[in-house]
């Protein structure tokens, strides 16, 4: 019988597959409205069906919220937000190749915060598995030259946003409920996107009778909202309960991995050999990530 840390884990790789199978489907979404109104629309649909659920599920069980609960799951949905704020902002000044890379620096970053403000350390075969998977991403999405302008920055500060929505998100997930947690964040999400999508585009295009008539579009739409969103975001939540935050990044890298198969399955993309290599180094690392250290080794045995 498969124990709850391989299910989180099989659960963790399948949302990786979702998000990596509609890059292709986001983006040709986003050609249609713009991110910050897609955000919008997709987040508040995600979020409106899982408060439902929430709402079923309060009634059917005692479920005491306090105003502080309310404020953590903000706080979630808030970093979230910051990683697709920073996004869309640097890929108006980089490439998407170079944002997807440096995107996935995040991997990187978290066993550094785990360590900052966690104290927790990271073991050997980690490090290695998270270098390995890091060259991989390399290859995967970085061009021949690779200098930082203000875009890249940007695109940093997006990495830095997500690493820190994955560790808030696993330490609150201990103590709260996953479907208030995602319930919560996806909704700051979808009101944050609604304020920019009014500040900074032209949000009235959402309105659009052609828009709500265009097929791909309610087909992109549905897809995002529940499976991308309202499901993707409740599972990884729940599956923080059992997975560490630096192993959930070394499976979320897949998500270029799945986009890249995805790319060559529809759209008959030809995967260059750097690319084959890098997918191949983003695997390696998960599997070394997983290999267990001398010090839990060594806590095994006493125990």
């Known amino acids: 019988m498969l124990s ?51 709402m079923i599920y309060t009634k059917r069980a ?32 980089t490439t998407s190749s170079k944002a997807g890379f440096l995107t996935g620096l995040s991997i990187v970053m978290i066993p550094i915060f785990s360590y900052i403000f966690l104290k927790q350390k990271t073991g050997l075969f980690a490090i290695i598995g998270i270098l390995t998977a890091t060259a991989g991403l390399f290859l995967l999405t970085a061009e021949n030259s690779f200098r930082l302008n203000q875009g890249d920055i940007l695109v940093l500060c997006c990495a830095v946003s997500f690493a820190l929505h994955i560790l808030i998100n696993g330490a609150y997930s201990h103590t709260l409920s996953p479907l208030f947690l995602s319930t919560v964040q996806i909704l700051t999400v979808g009101t944050l996107s609604t304020i920019c999508a009014i500040i900074f585009e032209d949000w009235e295009r959402a309105l659009s009778n052609d828009l709500w008539k265009n097929n791909s579009f309610l087909f992109a739409l549905f897809l995002t909202s529940v499976f991308a969103t309202a499901l993707a975001f409740f599972i990884q939540t729940a599956a923080q309960k059992s997975i560490s935050p630096t192993k959930v990044a070394m499976i979320l890298v897949m998500e270029p991995v799945f986009a890249a198969l995805t790319a060559m399955i529809v759209d008959n993309e030809q995967l260059s050999s750097a690319t084959i290599i890098g997918c191949a180094c983003i695997f390696l690392g998960m599997i070394l990530v997983e290999l267990p250290s001398k010090q839990k080794e060594k806590s095994a045995q006493a125990a």
Do not use: C, E, M
């Open 4 to 54: 709850k840390k391989w299910i989180a884990h099989a659960s963790l790789l399948f949302v990786t597959l979702i998000w990596g199978a509609t890059f292709v489907v986001v983006q040709h979404a986003i050609s249609l409205v713009q991110p910050f109104t897609f955000n919008a629309i997709r987040f508040l649909i995600a979020g409106f069906i899982l408060l439902i659920i929430q």
């Open 62 to 93: 005692t479920v005491s919220i306090s105003r502080k609960d309310i404020i953590s799951g903000a706080l979630i949905g808030f970093f979230l937000f910051g990683g697709y704020l920073f996004q869309t902002f640097g890929l108006l000044y």
